[in-house]
């Protein structure tokens, strides 16, 4: 069967390259694979909804933009979002980063949701 996932960045694009035979869509937050750690993008056949924090040292916003265009320039179906004032972890209720925004989660989590069963419904 296929899937369909919201998880950590840097995993879903490696699996969405990965496989692209099961992985129709996908819903990354706060991160994608950077320098040598990039998987070959050309293989994605998933459509991607990423969420990405504006205020991340990990995962930075101009970096989150430039692969955005990169992926358009391959024909790729993703939107990576940035949201102002947010921090890296903004959907995390255990807040160990002190970063967690319940508002913008509320906010996301239906989106997301949306996404995944029109990709896959």
């Known amino acids: 069967g296929v899937m369909g996932f919201c998880m950590g960045g840097m995993l879903t694009f490696v ?21 040598d750690d990039q998987p070959d993008y050309s293989r994605i056949e998933a459509a991607i909804q990423g969420h990405m924090a504006e205020n991340d040292s990990f995962f930075p916003p101009e970096a989150a933009h430039a692969l955005e265009q990169e992926l358009h320039a391959l024909g790729k179906d993703v939107t990576l979002t940035v949201y102002p004032g947010s921090g890296h972890a903004f959907m995390a209720p255990h807040d160990a980063l002190g970063t967690h925004d319940q508002t913008l ?17």
């Open 105 to 121: 989660a509320d906010a996301i989590w239906p989106q997301a949701t949306a996404f995944l069963h029109a990709h896959l419904v």
């Open 15 to 35: 699996l969405a390259a990965l496989r692209p035979d099961r992985v129709k869509a996908a819903v990354p937050f706060y991160g994608f694979p950077q320098g």
